[in-house]
């Protein structure tokens, strides 16, 4: 249920980290572990209904914006979609658009702005509503007031939201926060904490 930002330089590490939880790769050393199983011993359907992604770069597919969404959770109804499309603020962009739900998304989201793209990217990423989602930079393209109702409205769920972000206005109000350095997790604490420390952070 925490609020968890990992920052650090480029190259420290922080994708890596995170693309581990997913099993996009696995830990060369140790093990990761998804509510104290080893994630190697979830099924890869069962790791994709528990922990939702979204990406660095938001990707969408050729097809309707309710064909994207259902990519989340095939069994959505519009009901399921416009929720989680309200949750990444997101509704009005697609109630905006010609048939709404029925919109063709042009091959990789050409016919949306790279903030759109990330809020579409977030609403499917909720469509399975995830125990944990994983989010790396995905508010980078889009306004500070914009990230923070998105933000807001993730907290309200009883979801573990793990961000990779390097705005000070995302990282402030974290439960935990992981400073990253050389693949090291080098510090770890709430906002204050680390200030007081005086380090890295």
Same mark, same amino acid.
């Given at each position: 249920?925490?609020?968890? @930002?990992?920052?650090?330089?480029?190259?420290?590490?922080?994708?890596? #980290?995170?693309?581990?939880?997913?099993?996009?790769?696995?830990?060369?050393?140790?093990?990761?572990?998804?509510?104290?199983?080893?994630?190697?011993?979830? *099924?890869?359907?069962?790791?994709?209904?528990?922990?939702?992604?979204?990406?660095?770069?938001?990707?969408?597919?050729?097809?309707?914006?309710?064909?994207?969404?259902?990519?989340?959770?095939?069994?959505?109804?519009?009901?399921?979609?416009?929720?989680?499309?309200?949750?990444?603020?997101?509704?009005?962009?697609?109630?905006?658009?010609?048939?709404?739900?029925?919109?063709?998304?042009?091959?990789?989201?050409?016919?949306?702005? *790279? *903030?759109?793209?990330?809020?579409?990217?977030? &609403?499917?990423? #909720?469509?399975?509503?995830?125990?944990?989602?994983?989010?790396?930079?995905?508010?980078?393209?889009?306004?500070?007031?914009?990230?923070?109702?998105?933000?807001?409205?993730?907290?309200?769920?009883?979801?573990?939201?793990?961000?990779? &972000?390097?705005?000070?206005?995302?990282?402030?109000?974290?439960?935990?926060?992981?400073?990253?350095?050389?693949?090291?997790?080098?510090?770890?604490? @709430?906002?204050?904490?680390?200030?007081?420390?005086?380090?890295?952070?």
């Amino acid at each position: 249920g925490d609020y968890v @930002t990992i920052i650090g330089h480029n190259g420290s590490g922080k994708s890596t #980290l995170v693309n581990l939880i997913p099993r996009f790769y696995d830990a060369s050393n140790g093990h990761v572990s998804v509510f104290g199983r080893d994630v190697k011993e979830y *099924g890869r359907g069962e790791l994709n209904r528990i922990v939702g992604v979204v990406p660095q770069k938001a990707v969408l597919f050729a097809g309707s914006i309710r064909d994207n969404m259902k990519f989340g959770n095939e069994n959505a109804t519009d009901e399921e979609i416009y929720h989680a499309l309200e949750l990444a603020q997101a509704k009005e962009i697609v109630e905006k658009k010609e048939g709404a739900l029925d919109y063709m998304v042009e091959q990789g989201g050409k016919n949306f702005s *790279g *903030g759109q793209l990330q809020q579409l990217a977030i &609403a499917r990423a #909720l469509m399975n509503d995830p125990a944990i989602l994983l989010l790396d930079e995905a508010t980078s393209s889009m306004d500070l007031v914009l990230e923070r109702k998105i933000l807001n409205n993730l907290k309200r769920r009883s979801c573990t939201c793990v961000i990779i &972000a390097h705005r000070l206005s995302t990282v402030r109000d974290c439960d935990l926060i992981l400073v990253m350095r050389d693949g090291d997790v080098i510090e770890q604490g @709430t906002h204050e904490e680390l200030l007081a420390a005086g380090g890295a952070y």
